[in-house]
């Protein structure tokens, strides 16, 4: 693994309206499954984070900081999922430990950053591996911060669908209780969750001008809720 852990910092360009533009970090992932392989592309300003994953003609995510809102937009649907932030109100298990544990191994640096392998654990069970850049992009990691913690509470809703005792404690502890713990010591430039899906940091740049309406939603799309869907 140590040996293939290595990073591609391009100079990306995209195309840009130069009257109205906004400087935005611009980060590009592979992410691979046991379903393949496709590209995640996202967007980070000091006001939204928007997240493309895979094709992006399929539709985006898009966040807004300041409301603490998340915008699922499908094309295909024509249709917005709105969830805003919610407080989580499930109980945790009686046992719930958390552990990381700090990999010995030699990283390559990503622009002059320390790369470091962590394991993260649940009542010992290995949940999470991140290779986290200490320092690196701090701005993406606040807004990634932002993100997962507003979407907790709604992935709390959804763990009550499982039968009690049913429910994995990584789950629990990845996306409703600790979500943004893997962003702790610094920006992830790979993480490995514990089904094997991996997501590696291809190439990044700072201050990219992005058309303005890159962080509008389509407006004449219907706004539906979790709500809504669990019907």
């Known amino acids: 693994m140590k040996h293939a852990l290595f990073f591609l910092l391009a100079t990306l360009t995209l195309s840009a309206c130069t009257e109205k533009s906004l400087p935005t970090i611009f980060?590009?992932?592979s992410e691979s499954s046991p379903d393949g392989e496709y590209p995640v592309r996202m967007l980070v300003?000091?006001?939204?984070?928007r997240i493309e994953d895979g094709d992006t003609h399929d539709g985006f995510i898009l966040y807004d900081r300041a409301a603490h809102t998340i915008y699922s937009v499908s094309h295909a649907a024509k249709s917005t999922l709105v969830l805003h932030a919610r407080p989580v109100t499930l109980s945790a298990p009686q046992q719930f430990e958390h552990k990381v544990e700090?990999?010995?191994e030699?990283?390559?640096?990503?622009?002059?950053k320390t790369v470091t392998h962590y394991r993260?654990?649940?009542?010992?069970?290995?949940?999470?591996d991140v290779y986290a850049a200490d320092g690196l992009l701090p701005e993406a990691v606040a807004a990634l911060r932002e993100y997962h913690e507003s979407l907790a509470g709604e992935q709390a809703v959804m763990q009550t669908n499982f039968p009690t005792g049913m429910q994995s404690?990584?789950?629990?502890?990845d996306q409703v209780f600790v979500p943004a713990r893997y962003l702790v010591q610094g920006f992830p430039v790979r993480q490995v969750n514990r089904t094997g899906i991996t997501r590696q940091l291809i190439s990044y740049k700072r201050d990219v001008p992005v058309e303005k309406g890159i962080f509008d939603l389509p407006k004449d799309y219907k706004l539906i809720t979790p709500g809504e869907l669990r019907k």
């Open 27 to 29: 980060l590009s992932f």
């Open 45 to 49: 300003s000091d006001k939204f984070l």
């Open 102 to 104: 700090r990999e010995k």
């Open 106 to 112: 030699t990283l390559p640096p990503v622009d002059g």
């Open 120 to 128: 993260l654990f649940t009542n010992r069970e290995r949940c999470f």
């Open 169 to 173: 404690v990584c789950d629990l502890a």
